[in-house]
């Protein structure tokens, strides 16, 4: 069965994410549930007090409390240097009339100066605060890229799981078909008598040969298949081929069942045709019906059409053999005298 596909858009829109609310994420080979927490915590982990005050780490996130602290803790010295500058200043006015006027001066402008630095540490910690806020939303646009990431191989391994259920379909219409075909083939065996030798057609795709799988046991009568791994292997022996076409004479032993030790001629290599006959297995060769051919001949005894002959011996009026005379015309014909046919393999069954 199809799994059925459920897209994350497909699915009704949450009022409200709770905080142990479950996301799919893989971690190496394994794929797992975490929490919304937890993901925006491994892609950005917030900074601390100490890390958010020190501001040398750019890789954690700023919350408004560190945000706050950072601040508080760059410009507090800048106050604490701004208030003492302005007691010296106090104390300088009080004391210009004398000789240290001057130093109080002094005091004056060093104070300035320390004001000034606690300005641009202000803005230094501001910065600072602007590049968490900057890395945060590249934090963001990360989490929601692996989201995509995790939806598209959610999706890929829905189309795979499709294709899979398809292809296992196919597998088992092809299964069922070869089983059918195998007990097709099996219950045509069974109907044949041992020592029955019969044709099948098996050129034609799909024509099903008899399975030596089971107790019945099948020979193909064709000569040079009693190797390994090949049709007759181990059910015939003493294979016998003896002269050329079209008189060739094959036989070979029978291994096994009620005909064992038994000669069977292998008439799928003679090529030769089975006929009824009261005596079973004799083998006849070729020969033509004795008949004769009378000679047209003119009244003055010459042949009238010699062409339409070939001169080579006939008989008389009486069926006496009359020896031949003139001279032989041209031959045709091939190399063997058959009718009209249309070839099979022929199998007999031995056990």
Same mark, same amino acid.
């Given at each position: 069965?199809?799994?059925?596909?459920?897209?994350?858009?497909?699915?009704?829109?949450?009022?409200?994410?709770?905080?142990?609310?479950?996301?799919?994420?893989?971690?190496?080979?394994?794929?797992? &549930?975490? /929490?919304?927490?937890?993901?925006?915590?491994?892609?950005?982990?917030?900074?601390?007090?100490?890390?958010?005050?020190?501001?040398? $780490?750019?890789?954690?996130?700023?919350?408004?409390?560190?945000?706050?602290?950072?601040?508080?803790?760059?410009?507090?010295?800048?106050?604490?240097?701004?208030?003492?500058?302005?007691?010296?200043?106090?104390?300088?006015?009080?004391?210009?009339?004398?000789?240290?006027?001057?130093?109080?001066? $002094?005091?004056?402008?060093?104070?300035?100066?320390?004001?000034?630095?606690?300005?641009?540490?202000?803005?230094?910690?501001?910065?600072?605060?602007?590049?968490?806020?900057?890395?945060?939303?590249?934090?963001?646009?990360?989490?929601?890229?692996?989201? $995509?990431?995790?939806? /598209?191989?959610?999706?890929?391994?829905?189309?795979?799981?499709?294709?899979?259920?398809?292809?296992?379909?196919?597998?088992?219409?092809?299964?069922?078909?070869?089983?059918?075909?195998?007990?097709?083939?099996?219950?045509?065996?069974?109907?044949?008598?041992?020592?029955?030798?019969?044709?099948?057609?098996?050129?034609?795709?799909?024509?099903?040969?008899?399975?030596?799988?089971?107790?019945?046991?099948?020979?193909?009568? /064709?000569?040079?298949? /009693?190797?390994?791994? &090949?049709?007759?292997?181990?059910?015939?022996?003493?294979?016998?081929?003896?002269?050329?076409?079209?008189?060739?004479?094959?036989?070979?032993?029978?291994?096994?069942?009620?005909?064992?030790?038994?000669?069977?001629?292998?008439?799928?290599?003679?090529?030769?045709?089975?006929?009824?006959?009261?005596?079973?297995?004799?083998?006849?060769?070729? &020969?033509?019906?004795?008949?004769?051919?009378?000679?047209?001949?003119? %009244?003055?005894?010459?042949?009238?059409?010699?062409?339409?002959?070939?001169?080579?011996?006939?008989?008389?009026?009486?069926?006496?053999?009359?020896?031949?005379?003139?001279?032989?015309?041209?031959?045709?014909?091939?190399?063997?005298? %058959?009718? %009209?046919?249309?070839?099979?393999?022929?199998?007999?069954?031995?056990?």
């Amino acid at each position: 069965m199809a799994l059925q596909l459920v897209k994350p858009g497909d699915l009704p829109v949450a009022a409200s994410v709770d905080t142990d609310a479950a996301l799919v994420v893989q971690n190496g080979d394994a794929v797992e &549930q975490a /929490t919304p927490a937890q993901i925006v915590d491994a892609g950005r982990p917030i900074a601390s007090e100490v890390e958010a005050v020190t501001g040398t $780490d750019n890789t954690k996130a700023m919350t408004p409390l560190t945000v706050r602290q950072a601040i508080d803790a760059d410009t507090s010295g800048a106050v604490v240097q701004a208030q003492a500058a302005a007691d010296a200043a106090e104390a300088s006015a009080l004391d210009a009339e004398s000789a240290e006027e001057q130093t109080g001066l $002094d005091a004056l402008a060093t104070a300035a100066d320390r004001v000034q630095t606690g300005l641009d540490a202000a803005a230094t910690a501001a910065d600072r605060v602007q590049t968490g806020l900057d890395a945060a939303a590249t934090g963001a646009d990360a989490i929601a890229t692996a989201a $995509d990431r995790v939806q /598209t191989g959610l999706d890929a391994a829905a189309t795979d799981a499709d294709a899979i259920a398809t292809a296992a379909d196919r597998v088992q219409t092809g299964l069922d078909a070869a089983s059918a075909a195998a007990d097709a083939a099996a219950a045509a065996a069974s109907l044949r008598a041992i020592g029955e030798p019969f044709a099948l057609w098996d050129h034609i795709t799909g024509c099903p040969v008899p399975s030596n799988a089971g107790t019945a046991k099948f020979i193909k009568l /064709t000569a040079g298949l /009693t190797g390994a791994g &090949q049709y007759n292997e181990g059910l015939l022996t003493s294979e016998s081929v003896s002269g050329s076409a079209p008189a060739i004479t094959a036989t070979a032993v029978i291994v096994g069942g009620p005909m064992d030790g038994q000669a069977v001629p292998l008439v799928n290599t003679e090529q030769a045709f089975i006929r009824p006959t009261t005596t079973s297995g004799v083998l006849q060769t070729s &020969q033509n019906l004795s008949h004769r051919h009378d000679m047209p001949q003119g %009244r003055d005894g010459t042949l009238t059409n010699p062409g339409a002959f070939v001169k080579a011996g006939y008989s008389n009026d009486s069926g006496a053999a009359t020896a031949p005379t003139g001279t032989a015309l041209g031959l045709n014909g091939g190399d063997e005298a %058959r009718p %009209r046919n249309r070839s099979a393999t022929f199998y007999m069954r031995i056990l």
